[in-house]
């Protein structure tokens, strides 16, 4: 069964209000938190930059159902053993419902730290190498790591959970998303069209069986960003002001800065978020719009209201919307 869960914008909320918002909507029918690792917002106007893996552990002991990041890099601004230990100790806190969501990354947040920012190719040769010495210390034994990026002493994991904690990919291309079936235990991927998700779903279960894996029972997590309000203007006004960022149809990862994204928003218009994000006051057009990926296959919706009125959207998702999809 699909469940919906809180897409959790720490770049857009003030984290004390985000816990209180993921108990409000765990209380209405959402089912988990997908919590987003940002070092910066997109725009000024979103205006938090809480740290994740802080915000997490007090998230888990608010709230009983599954969480993780969607997504950390754990190639610039962490060592891939920093996410396996932050990992591990969240999986040994609350057993059986974290998990670890990873990506390339983008500059907004990863350059930071300052160096080169690489090319996609070589970002990925990182997040396969960086999957690699987190699913190293995984298992508990001494291991060390010599590779093309990341080097690593004789080291362990003392703490380890007692269920694995498992490593969900966040891919849209090809060649990511058959690695990822390959070597991953789950894909995370944003909303998109439907002709295009299946390309995905596709590739995903391609990397999946040449691994001997069964796709169809390795979890598949959607995240969703749609605008709701009491009127479609106001929805409309909310997109523009709050996520411009989701009206532009073009890579972002190479964008280093929030004043850059909202110099390009000024160009953004109310007809470049179709097909992009759902921006309606009606809950039936929601309720149809969720429904379409659940028939598509995803296992987990994790829904981001990009307005400021997140109370009033949750009990109203949880009283119109949630119950009535099939």
Same mark, same amino acid.
């Given at each position: ?173 090809? #060649?990511?998303? *058959?690695? &990822? $079936? !390959?070597?991953? @235990? ?7 069209? +439907? ?10 279960? #391609?990397?999946? *069986?040449? &691994? $001997? !894996?069964?796709? @169809? ?7 969703? +960003? ?10 409309? #006004? ?89």
């Amino acid at each position: 069964m699909t469940t919906i869960g809180l897409s959790a914008a720490l770049e857009q909320f003030h984290p004390t209000d985000l816990i209180a918002h993921s108990k409000l909507a765990e209380a209405h029918g959402f089912h988990g938190v997908m919590a987003a690792d940002h070092f910066q917002p997109w725009v000024p106007q979103q205006g938090h930059n809480a740290f994740a893996y802080a915000w997490m552990g007090a998230l888990g002991a608010s709230t009983g159902h599954s969480f993780g990041p969607g997504v950390t890099c754990p190639s610039f601004r962490y060592h891939p053993s920093v996410i396996a230990h932050a990992a591990a100790t969240l999986g040994a806190m609350y057993p059986g419902r974290f998990w670890l969501g990873l990506g390339s990354g983008e500059a907004l947040n990863e350059n930071v730290v300052g160096g080169v920012w690489p090319e996609a190719l070589e970002r990925f040769e990182m997040l396969q190498e960086a999957v690699e010495i987190i699913q190293k210390l995984f298992s508990g034994k001494d291991v060390r790591h010599r590779g093309k990026h990341f080097q690593m002493n004789k080291v362990r994991m003392w703490t380890l959970p007692e269920q694995p904690v498992p490593i969900y990919v966040a891919a849209t291309g090809p #060649q990511t998303l *058959r690695w &990822a $079936g !390959k070597v991953c @235990d789950g894909l995370i991927t944003p909303g998109a069209s +439907h002709e295009k998700l299946k390309g995905i779903l596709e590739n995903f279960a #391609q990397g999946a *069986r040449a &691994a $001997g !894996k069964n796709p @169809d029972t390795m979890p598949k997590l959607l995240q969703l +960003h749609v605008s709701w309000a009491e009127s479609d203007a106001e929805a409309m #006004q909310s997109a523009l002001s709050e996520w411009p960022n989701g009206g532009m149809n073009f890579p972002k990862q190479d964008v280093r800065s929030p004043d850059d994204f909202a110099a390009m928003a000024k160009l953004v218009r109310a007809e470049h978020f179709a097909g992009r994000v759902l921006i309606s006051a009606d809950l039936e057009q929601h309720r149809e719009h969720l429904q379409g990926f659940i028939d598509l296959g995803f296992d987990e919706i994790y829904v981001h209201n990009v307005g400021r009125n997140q109370e009033t959207w949750i009990k109203a998702y949880g009283e119109h919307v949630i119950p009535r999809l099939k």
